[in-house]
């Protein structure tokens, strides 16, 4: 089935150190969207990727979308407090409109 | 603009109870869908509506029925609640033709006993 993995579920970084999450899919994708929900919120559209290497950076996030359009990457850089949250990718594949989602990578921060 | 509205925010169902959650957009969006999310499971998708008058199982359909009312709205019925249906859920909507962002509805967090 089209099924979109993401790792890793936790990670725990020092306060100005890196962070990345990543995601598979079997199947090529159409597109690949990135969602934060903050703790006890709501998921929020970050980003939204559709050409095969594709690279987009918004301020200290890095999205990437790889050549076979089946892996997805965001990495964060020197990370902050406000960077809190769970991260979600969201793969949508081609010949329909669901939005199959991963099963997210919680981010914690020590200050 | 309220976007995306859901109702109730939170729930408690005894076991065998029934309930329906709404879900209304005031976005003008095509497709609408509703989504639970359990302790790293993920966002699973219950049901799905690309556009007034139609509906499509997700990956998680049993035990729930929906309904497009019309563009606007999107209900989830629950006919005889399980524990297991104990979960958050969550509506969202996206306009079709664009492809673009899904807006997500605040949640709604149901515990059955």
């Known amino acids: 089935g089209q099924q979109v993995m993401q790792i890793p579920q936790y990670q725990h970084v020092q306060e100005g150190e890196d962070f990345t999450t990543y995601c598979n899919s079997s199947t090529t994708l159409s597109n690949i969207q990135w969602y934060k929900q903050r703790p006890g919120g709501h998921p929020v559209f970050l980003i939204q990727l559709v050409k095969s290497g594709e690279v987009k950076k918004q301020k200290r996030l890095t999205f990437q979308f790889g050549e076979a359009k089946k892996n997805s990457s965001l990495h964060i850089t020197a990370t902050q407090t406000t960077d809190v949250g769970t991260y979600f990718c969201a793969g949508r594949y081609f010949g329909n409109e669901k939005l199959t989602f991963g099963t997210g990578t919680r981010l914690t921060i020590i200050p | 603009n309220a976007g995306v509205t859901q109702t109730p925010k939170f729930q408690v169902l005894k076991t065998g109870q029934s309930m329906t959650l709404q879900c209304a957009q005031d976005m003008n969006h095509n497709s609408m869908y509703w989504y639970r999310q359990d302790p790293g499971m993920g966002l699973r998708l219950i049901y799905y509506?690309?556009?007034?008058?139609?509906?499509d199982k997700g990956e998680v359909p049993n035990g729930y029925n929906v309904s497009r009312l019309n563009k606007r709205e999107f209900s989830l019925r629950l006919e005889s609640a399980a524990p297991s249906q104990t979960s958050v859920y969550f509506c969202a909507s996206r306009r079709l033709d664009r492809g673009t962002e899904a807006f997500f509805g605040q949640g709604t967090r149901l515990t059955v006993v």
């Open positions: 509506s690309a556009s007034e008058g139609t509906t």
